[in-house]
């Protein structure tokens, strides 16, 4: 029994480290936002009035259904990735949802309106 809760115990410690740097990275974030930080699962990250943000801490870029689904499921306003977002996610955010406001390591992506063809 000794054995087993070790070999469990030595498996969460990553994990524990893992989540508790995302968990800080998005205090950090949030605080950045000037909004209080929220988080836990189905949730939003944080919440400045009535405006919610998600954070993404992750290596990949954020795609477009990812992003579809946080702004129609958790209606999320502001998304930070730091790995940023995929050109079909920006053409999404551009064309359909201009209101919702995007940022790579805390920087503004602005919008990019759509070329009209002759």
Same mark, same amino acid.
């Given at each position: 029994?000794?054995?087993?809760?070790?070999?469990?115990?030595?498996?969460?410690?990553?994990?524990?480290?893992?989540?508790?740097?995302?968990?800080?990275?998005?205090?950090?974030?949030?605080?950045?936002?000037?909004?209080?930080?929220?988080?836990?699962?189905?949730?939003?990250?944080?919440?400045?009035?009535? %405006? &919610?943000?998600?954070? $993404?801490?992750?290596?990949? #870029?954020?795609? =477009? +259904?990812?992003? @579809? /689904?946080?702004?129609?499921?958790?209606?999320?306003?502001?998304?930070?990735?730091?790995?940023?977002?995929?050109?079909?996610?920006?053409?999404?955010?551009?064309?359909?949802?201009?209101? %919702? &406001?995007?940022?790579? $390591?805390?920087?503004?992506? #602005?919008?990019? =309106? +759509?070329?009209? @063809? /002759?």
């Amino acid at each position: 029994m000794v054995v087993i809760a070790k070999k469990l115990k030595k498996g969460t410690e990553k994990k524990r480290s893992i989540m508790t740097k995302a968990t800080s990275y998005e205090k950090a974030k949030a605080k950045a936002h000037k909004g209080k930080h929220i988080g836990g699962p189905g949730k939003e990250d944080y919440r400045r009035g009535n %405006v &919610k943000g998600e954070v $993404k801490n992750r290596k990949t #870029p954020v795609t =477009k +259904p990812e992003l @579809k /689904k946080m702004i129609t499921e958790k209606g999320i306003k502001e998304v930070e990735s730091k790995a940023g977002f995929t050109k079909p996610a920006k053409e999404y955010r551009n064309k359909y949802q201009p209101k %919702v &406001k995007l940022f790579q $390591k805390g920087k503004p992506i #602005p919008k990019k =309106k +759509p070329k009209k @063809k /002759k």
